[in-house]
């Protein structure tokens, strides 16, 4: 019989074990569930350290006993032989009645925390809507009208509620760092609230979707940038506007002349007629305000390896914004570039409304640091990739490749070279939508 | 079964199964023995294959952001592996078991319902095969291995991948179903004189609160299948969103199937373990009954925690504290195994060959899987800990740390009753201990990168975010399995021919499986012994031992009716027909049967191609032929 | 096809009895064991009638009527007279099922000359009322396509369809095990020796019944 | 095991057709009880209603189970064997029907 490697192996186990502690407690762990930034998070902590407390307990006794039974009672040769023992009711009782005692400890504190927990949000919370979409988040305030993507503010020492609903299959929404996770569930509507603590810094959060959606969900992430109450309000004066007002050349006058009526693509009757009049513009006086990039850590800038495709980026710098924009608003080109049949842009003929868009509403996405659901950096190059061919960069994706030659994943054909945007078209619309600040 | 001189009605008929052997002595076999042994092949085929699936879900992890297989494709091979190792490996290595040990356990010829058993195998081997052969086409399940509508409806996964879960399931609950059923009544009317319910050796306990978490659970999750069925196939709206379709409907059903179901996959590991742990240690096992009602509690309870995988749905505050406190519950049964096994050694003479090396594993393991899932039983803690990797981390801690290693401890323990030989124990060795490392380095770091933010079922994830390291050290870890597993691919393949042979009763074991010869001629037991105590064979060998427990003859006329004979150790060589002893045709039919249910089945593929009289063909063919071959099963004597 | 394999189970008859550890027949024990497992699918069926009841978006409806959008009026699905007819019917072939078990059991014993000791009756009879209540279900399923409810309509419509449908699935399994019986019977004659054979279907059949009875208040009557 | 053949061994008879028709009689008369019920529209929009159809049905679902069934009359085992699911079966549907209050 080979002898027992245990004596050995035990110490380098305990070793093994309190390295890793050791690699966890120091380190950069952006997305750590242990940071007490709201109530939800110090009720998860509290009860997380007592069920560490109970389980090292339990799990000392439980590996000591047996460690100790292993080395005490192997056997030797002429030892004596077993008392046979059948059974002992006090032993047994005892160690059902003492778990039983652990779990007492336990039991009290979650269910006591389970209802604090979802009490009604108080009234005057920030009002959240969070609507699922594979794979992308849309953020609606609908106290102050805005409509956003796949960046989240909230203001830090206000109580934040949020409401989330799925447009498709179901989803589930997370910021590690804020607390407690909730599913969006097809025909319901979910709630959760919490609180960013009043001492926390501004910071910019990841968060992601946790229910298994679909090709994408690993991509389902977002940010959450949590900002003073000063700069949320200016935050939410400028998301109010129409963010033409900011595009390089004065868009304003450009609004005139194309506002002649296109011919919506789809039939009318599902879509509401596109809303023509600009709504007023008050960029002017608000000020641009966003989470200011050089204070976002860096595990906060995504680091998605950029897919083979070929671009003159040379073009990059030469893109012309007004051209994008006639691009995208001009009815003419429709077939080329019908992105406003899926987007939606505050102040341009929309063929869609939020409800109906299929995809991010990109008012202020200039203003945006991320894109593709936390996917990519907001840069003229990325941007320019995903325009030319989006289901390449993210697996399963519904916007079509729109440049001319790629190959569309989607329906497993080559774009025709008069069907598709080419490479300079493309610099423009990039310049555009960077324009929209 | 009588063993007494009265003529079979079949004498000179040529089809016992110990006048045959080859491919069709195989696919004909109604033994239990053979059949048990078919479940032990399959099953471990499809370890290979499921394991080759973590194998490359977690190379595609190693590091961030890495594109060795598509994202497709990994939500393939995740749905994959949970589905294979759960329903094709972890259900049918305990099948295994069943039908080997029960009824040597107990005392009995075969099985209540020899060729149903038979069937039961057939559905399962073909049933697997429909499950897994798509992926080598791309199109395998993608829905993960809880399917959660209405992603896995019409509407949201229209693709053929699905289609494969939803008949692969429902054909495989079919086989444990029918199994169910067989087990249910070989406990309880099957027994040798003396074997009391409070008698049987606690693996066949184990087993038999088993068969009642399946008849209870496959219910459900039978008809939850059909309704997704219907509305893949037939155009229903169980789950619609469009129609006000419910998708926790679907997640509700699931769960009172999917949480007895984790059960059914760690309680006859749990019994295993209670069969080698007594023998290794000298010593009865401590508390039997306390560990037979732990098992009953443990099943019984186990119906009424399910929504405890749902916390984040928001079901109120009444429902989550209600299923948290039931959930944290199942400790306390637990905890009695735990304690009891660890009794069981205590103040015994312990010998530590690789079976009983992997029991304790087991208990060391298993531990910090069960205290893990103590830890998501709190709600408002679970929301931090739920669809990340700490998750992962509990349910590989349970199902690996503990059903696996259950499962190796039994394999070994068994395998020279199974072959007449020993399985090397250095290679044993160096398996336990590449096992039990490579576990840890695989699933420990989990705990980690869960509560660091990393959330399951992705097939990438971005640099930066703090969990490298543990990744790292996981896909190390998975390498060491892969290794310890080939490692016991060859300790199996070579001791089955080479290894060193073992007796009747090798390791010292007290119950009646060890009476007999190994391997066990096709009859089990050439005069079924009359038992007197929990522990037959030690009465036999060693008296003292049991002397302290309560021994009485049951019934002189149940004794003459049985026509069993006093306990004894047999030697008998000869043939079932020289002794006598009647035994069950070898049949094709349950095959057949089982054939038929897979051609009716696929008949909805066909229908979801669009060719509607295809299907109609393939269906009513295949459903005619099961008709037939389950009538002409019906109408042909057993023996 | 639970409902296949059980019975496969149940009819894997031994000629000659063998020793039991309980004395009872196999087969017995084994239909029991199938029945309690069918206690549950029923049980998820039910559930999920009862679960999405008033939550179809569209109409047909069982109990209310329903206005369509484009102004089509849709009465009450349900007919309660029909199905109390066909309730009865299966309720009596309980009846007709246990003459059948006590015709065969008791073959020869004083008292069962006659027609109460006539299994081919009884056994015909039983399976004659499962057909007549497969009948009123084929009528009750056709009348609600030609009001406009199908398996596809709405929520009802699916769990509605399903629920029945299983049950009569059952039913008509159980008519095609009566009628097999019903055969051996006329080839060979059943007797107290075939009482095992007899009493599994007989189980089942009642068990099917009693399925029924909890489907007819909660989806019938219950509004 | 000596108890677990005890009650093969002397069997229990089962009922005739003197207790037959009398059940079949009961079933018929809470049947049409139960269906008059329905169509007295105080009574169905009464509090009553639900609980009294439930209680007609489980009366009518026991005297089957009991009588056609043989459970009253039958080895212990078989009624262990239909209990223990139909529990679990009813606890499942209540609190399904209790998760899924809106
Ligand atoms: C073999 C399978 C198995 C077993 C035995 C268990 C056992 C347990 N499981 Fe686990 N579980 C799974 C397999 C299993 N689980 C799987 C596969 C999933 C994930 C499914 C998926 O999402 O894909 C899961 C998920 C899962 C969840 C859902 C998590 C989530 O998704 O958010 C929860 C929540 O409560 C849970 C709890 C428990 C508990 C309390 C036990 C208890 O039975 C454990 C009891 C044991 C002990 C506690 C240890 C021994 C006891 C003592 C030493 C006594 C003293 C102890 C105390 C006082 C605490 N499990
Ligand atoms: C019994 C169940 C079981 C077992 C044993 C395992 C074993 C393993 N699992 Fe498994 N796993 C699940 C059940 C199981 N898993 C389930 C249910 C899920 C959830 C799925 C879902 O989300 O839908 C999951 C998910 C899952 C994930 C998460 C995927 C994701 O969320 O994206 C990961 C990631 O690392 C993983 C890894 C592993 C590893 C490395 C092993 C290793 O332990 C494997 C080691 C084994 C081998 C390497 C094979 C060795 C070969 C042999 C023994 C050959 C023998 C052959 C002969 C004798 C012929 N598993
Ligand atoms: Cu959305 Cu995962
Ligand atoms: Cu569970």
């Known amino acids: 019989m080979p002898k027992l490697h245990l004596r050995r192996f035990a110490p380098a186990a305990a070793l093994a074990v309190a390295l890793l502690v050791l690699a966890a407690c120091g380190g950069e762990y952006p997305n750590s569930t242990f940071s007490k930034n709201t109530e939800l998070n110090e009720g998860a902590v509290f009860l997380w350290d007592r069920m560490m407390l109970l389980g090292t307990i339990v799990f000392v006794v439980v590996e000591v006993l047996l460690v100790y039974t292993i080395f005490k009672f192997r056997r030797r040769e002429g030892g004596p032989a077993p008392r046979q023992i059948h059974g002992n009711a006090a032993l047994e009782i005892a160690w059902t009645a003492i778990p039983a005692l652990i779990l007492v400890f336990l039991a009290v504190p979650t269910v006591r925390i389970i209802f604090e927990n979802q009490r009604k949000a108080p009234a005057e919370a920030l009002q959240v809507e969070v609507i699922g979409h594979q794979w992308w988040w849309e953020f609606r305030y609908p106290q102050y009208g805005i409509t956003t993507a796949n960046e989240l503010y909230l203001p830090i020492g206000k109580t934040v509620n949020f409401s989330l609903r799925t447009r498709d299959v179901l989803h589930s929404f997370w910021v590690p760092q804020l607390g407690g996770k909730r599913d969006l569930i097809s025909n319901r509507v979910n709630h959760i609230w919490f609180t960013p603590k009043a001492t926390m810094e501004p910071t910019a959060l990841n968060g992601a979707c946790v229910e298994y959606c679909g090709s994408s969900h690993a991509n389902m992430r977002f940010r959450t940038f949590t900002v003073s109450p000063a700069d949320f309000e200016k935050w939410v004066a400028h998301q109010k506007t129409v963010a033409l007002g900011s595009t390089a050349a004065a868009a304003a006058d450009s609004l005139a002349k194309t506002a002649v009526k296109p011919t919506p693509i789809r039939t009318a009757s599902v879509l509401p007629a596109p809303s023509l009049a600009p709504q007023p513009d008050s960029s002017a006086s608000a000020g641009v305000w966003a989470f200011p990039a050089d204070k976002i850590a860096a595990y906060a800038w995504p680091q998605t390896p950029l897919p083979a495709i070929a671009f003159d980026e040379t073009r990059l710098a030469a893109g012309d914004p007004r051209a994008g924009r006639a691009l995208l608003t001009n009815p003419a080109n429709l077939g080329k570039a019908p992105c406003l049949t899926c987007h939606v842009i505050k102040g341009e003929t929309n063929y869609v409304n939020d409800d109906q868009a299929k995809g991010p509403n990109l008012t202020h996405f200039g203003s945006r640091h991320t894109f593709g659901a936390g996917l990519y950096r907001n840069d003229a190059k990325s941007l320019a990739l995903w325009i030319k061919n989006a289901p390449a960069m993210k697996p399963g994706v519904s916007m079509p490749t729109f440049g001319a030659g790629e190959y569309n994943a989607l329906i497993k054909q080559i774009v025709p070279a008069s069907a598709g945007l080419d490479d300079r078209q493309i610099a423009d619309i990039v310049a555009y939508l960077l324009s929209l600040k | ?639 | 096809m639970t409902t296949a394999t059980a019975a496969a189970g149940a009819h894997e008859a031994h000629e000659h009895t063998h020793y039991t550890t309980t004395g009872l027949d196999n087969r017995k024990i084994a239909i029991w064991a199938f029945i309690g497992s069918e206690c549950m699918l029923f049980g998820s069926l039910i559930s999920t009638y009862l679960v999405y009841k008033g939550r179809s978006v569209v109409g047909p409806f069982p109990h209310e009527a329903w206005t369509s959008p484009t102004g089509q009026v849709f009465k009450p699905i349900l007919d309660i007279p029909v199905t109390s007819a066909s309730t009865f019917v299966l309720l009596m072939s309980s009846l007709f099922m246990v003459l059948a078990l006590a015709a065969v059991e008791n073959k020869g014993k004083p008292g069962y000359e006659g027609t109460l000791g006539s299994s081919k009756l009884w056994l015909l009879a039983t399976a004659l009322a499962g057909a007549v209540f497969l009948g009123f279900q084929a009528y009750e399923f056709t009348s609600f396509v030609h009001e406009g409810l199908t398996i596809k309509t709405n929520l009802f419509g699916s769990s509605f369809f399903t629920l029945t449908g299983f049950h009569g699935t059952h039913v008509a399994v159980g008519v095609l095990w009566l009628m097999t019986l019903l055969f051996i019977d006329m080839k060979r004659g059943l007797g107290p020796k075939d009482t095992i054979l007899v009493d599994i279907c007989a189980l089942y059949w009642h068990f099917v019944d009693v399925v029924w009875i909890v489907i007819f208040t909660l989806v019938y009557l219950i509004q | 095991m000596s108890n677990d053949r005890a009650h093969a061994d002397h069997v229990h008879e089962h009922p005739t057709w003197k207790q037959y028709k009398w059940v079949a009689l009961w079933l018929f008369v809470i049947t049409v009880v139960e269906v008059w019920a329905y169509y007295i529209p105080a009574f169905v929009a009464s509090k009553a209603f639900v609980p009294a159809l439930l209680l007609m049905s489980a009366v009518k679902f026991t005297i089957v189970v009991m009588f056609y069934m043989h459970l009253k009359y039958d080895h212990s085992l078989f009624r262990k064997l239909f209990t223990g699911p139909l529990l679990i079966a009813g606890a499942t549907l209540v609190a399904f029907l209790f998760l899924f209050k809106r």
């Open chain 2, 1 to 639: 079964m009588a063993s007494s001189a009265a003529t079979p009605t079949h004498a000179g008929a040529a089809s016992h199964s110990s006048e045959q052997s080859g491919l069709w002595s195989w696919l004909t076999t109604v033994d239990h023995k053979k059949i048990g042994i078919l479940y032990l092949y399959t099953a471990l085929f499809y370890l290979l294959v499921g394991g080759l699936e973590a194998v490359l879900i977690r190379t595609q992890l190693a590091k961030p952001n890495l594109s060795l297989v598509s994202a497709d494709f990994y939500n393939q091979l995740f749905t994959m592996h949970g589905t294979t190792m759960v329903f094709l490996v972890v259900m049918p290595l305990s099948a295994a078991f069943f039908n080997y040990l029960i009824p040597l356990q107990i005392g009995a010829r075969d099985v209540a319902f020899p060729r149903l058993n038979a069937f039961s195998y057939w559905v399962y081997a073909l049933g697997g095969l429909f499950i897994t052969l798509p992926i080598f086409w791309g199109l395998a399940p993608d829905g993960g291995w809880f399917a959660y509508a209405p992603l896995s409806g019409p509407t949201y996964g229209g693709g053929y991948n699905m289609d494969f879960w939803v008949i692969g399931l429902q054909v495989l609950g079919i086989s444990s179903l029918a199994a169910a059923f067989n087990f249910i009544t070989t406990i309880i009317n099957m027994r040798a004189p003396g074997m009391t319910l409070m008698r049987m050796p606690m693996f066949t306990w184990m087993s038999f609160v088993v068969q009642f978490l399946v008849i209870l659970a496959f219910p459900v999750i039978t008809a939850a299948l059909f309704f997704l069925q219907f509305d893949r196939f037939f155009g229903t709206q169980f789950y619609e969103v469009a129609a006000g379709g419910d998708p926790l409907l679907w997640q509700h059903l699931f769960w009172v199937f999917g949480h007895p179901e984790v059960y059914i996959l760690i309680l006859p590991a749990f019994g295993l373990v209670s069969e080698v742990l007594p023998t290794h240690s000298r010593k009865p096992l401590f508390g039997y009954n306390a560990m037979a009602y732990s098992g009953i509690m443990i099943g019984f309870l186990g119906f009424g925690v399910w929504a405890h995988h749902m916390f984040a749905v928001g079901m109120g505050p009444v429902a989550d504290s209600i299923f948290a406190v039931a959930t944290m519950l199942i400790g306390l049964p637990t905890g009695v195994k735990i304690f009891n096994w660890i009794a069981t050694m205590y103040g015994g003479s312990l010998r530590f060959p690789v079976a009983m090396k992997f029991a304790i594993g087991l208990i060391a393991m298993f531990t910090i899987g069960g205290i893990s899932g103590v830890m998501h039983s709190s709600p408002p803690s679970d929301l931090q800990q739920t669809d990340t990797y700490f998750i992962v981390a509990h349910f590989h801690y349970v199902l690996y740390g503990g059903a696996m290693m259950g499962i190796f401890a039994g394999i070994y323990h068994y395998f020279p009753k199974m072959t007449g030989r020993f399985m090397s124990e250095s290679l044993g060795n160096w398996q336990f201990w590449l096992n039990f490392i490579g576990l840890n380095l695989t699933f420990f770091p989990m705990h980690f990168s869960g509560m660091l933010g990393m959330p399951r079922r992705i097939y990438t994830y971005d640099a930066g975010q703090g969990w490298d390291l543990f990744n790292m050290m996981s896909t190390v870890g998975t390498y060491m399995l892969l290794v310890a597993g080939l490692l016991f691919a060859y300790n199996f393949f070579r001791s089955k021919k080479h290894g060193a042979p073992a007796g009747s009763d090798p390791w010292g074991a007290p119950t009646l499986e060890w009476s007999i010869p190994s391997p066990p001629p096709d009859y089990n037991f050439a005069q079924i012994p009359e038992v007197t105590s929990r522990y037959p064979m030690w009465d036999l060998k060693a008296p003292d031992r049991t002397a302290g427990i309560e021994h009485s003859h049951p019934d002189a006329a149940v004794i003459a009716e049985a026509h069993a004979v006093p306990m004894h150790e047999e030697t008998e060589r000869r043939t079932a027909k020289e002794l006598g002893i009647p035994m069950p045709f070898n049949t094709i039919k349950p095959f057949l049967v089982a054939l038929g249910i897979i051609i009716l089945f696929s008949g909805l593929i066909v229908l979801h191609i669009g060719n509607f009289p295809l299907a109609m063909a393939t269906m009513l063919g295949g459903g005619a032929f099961m008709v037939g071959s389950l009538y002409a099963w019906l109408t042909s004597p057993l023996e």
